[in-house]
């Protein structure tokens, strides 16, 4: 199993995150993807592989889209045939929930979602937004998402290759990846986990303008597209591993 983290200008959660992954999943390698944040993070980083997180620098901030698919591409290439879960490193995500999240993609053979339930203290621009997005995907493609933005992710070896064809540089990669799937009729599992937000949310680099524009532009695409094509699509090629019947066994290295 590798642990995914895409960072920009990490904070100071970085570190012990990698702490807590590396004590939840025996035996797993946490990759740290750092997006272009320069100079200032060197310090957050070199804690981080100090605490034993492999970590990859891009020169050039590029989008979270970019960072996750060059850490799928390093661990086809480095470390072929592990699993991979992506996490966030804003301390959105609790570590038990990592592993609940892991566990049920393990079970299943199928990517898996970890959603949230936005009860609570959310802020009402999370809470909207999720509750807009969610309507508008199930409008879209048919099938319920319940928590269409969410980072934490667990994607089966077999997976990663394909989702180095999924386009998007930024957060719309993500909502790519979900409208590939339902277009190549793959399953997707769903673990609800809890929802926290520190200060409001403020670490997350997420523009409310730019990348809803970017999110929503995908799903209207997708849309319009099965309003124009009447007949059923030719099915595309399996993935390695998970099939639009179901999953089947992969065989993993960890």
Same mark, same amino acid.
Do not use: M, Q
């Given at each position: 199993m590798i642990a995914l983290v895409p960072v920009y200008r990490p904070g100071d959660r970085l570190p012990p995150l990698v702490t807590d992954l590396v004590a939840a999943l025996p035996g797993a390698s946490v990759l740290v993807v750092d997006d272009g944040s320069g100079p200032a993070a060197?310090?957050?980083? %070199? #804690? !981080?592989?100090?605490?034993?997180a492999t970590v990859l620098r891009r020169?050039? &901030?590029?989008?979270?889209?970019?960072?996750? $698919? /060059?850490?799928?591409?390093? !661990?086809? /290439? #480095? $470390?072929?045939?592990h699993d991979v879960v992506c996490v966030d490193a804003d301390g959105q995500h609790r570590v038990d929930d990592v592993v609940r999240v892991a566990d049920r993609m393990r079970a299943t053979g199928a990517a898996t979602l970890g959603v949230r339930r936005f009860d609570g #203290?959310?802020?009402? $621009?999370?809470?909207?937004? &999720?509750a807009a997005t969610r309507a508008a995907f199930r409008l879209a493609t048919g099938r319920d998402v319940r928590d269409t933005q969410t980072g934490l992710r667990a994607y089966p070896a077999g997976m990663l290759g394909w989702l180095g064809t999924v386009p998007g540089d930024r957060f719309e990669y993500e909502m790519n990846v979900l409208l590939h799937a339902v277009r190549d009729g793959l399953p997707i599992e769903q673990v609800? *986990? !809890? /929802?926290r937000y520190h200060a409001g949310n403020s670490g997350s680099h997420f523009s409310a303008l730019a990348d809803s524009v970017r *999110?929503?532009?995908?799903?209207?695409?997708? !849309?319009?597209?099965?309003?124009?094509?009447?007949?059923?699509?030719e099915p595309?090629?399996?993935?390695?591993?998970?099939?639009? %019947?179901?999953?089947?066994?992969?065989t993993r290295a960890s």
């Open positions: 060197a310090g957050v980083l %070199a #804690e !981080a592989r100090a605490r034993g020169r050039v &901030n590029r989008g979270k889209g970019v960072v996750l $698919r /060059t850490g799928f591409r390093y !661990a086809g /290439t #480095e $470390r072929p045939g #203290e959310v802020p009402a $621009r999370s809470r909207f937004g &999720n609800d *986990i !809890a /929802t *999110i929503y532009r995908p799903l209207v695409g997708f !849309a319009a597209a099965r309003l124009l094509s009447p007949a059923p699509p595309h090629p399996p993935v390695d591993g998970v099939t639009p %019947a179901g999953p089947r066994p992969v």
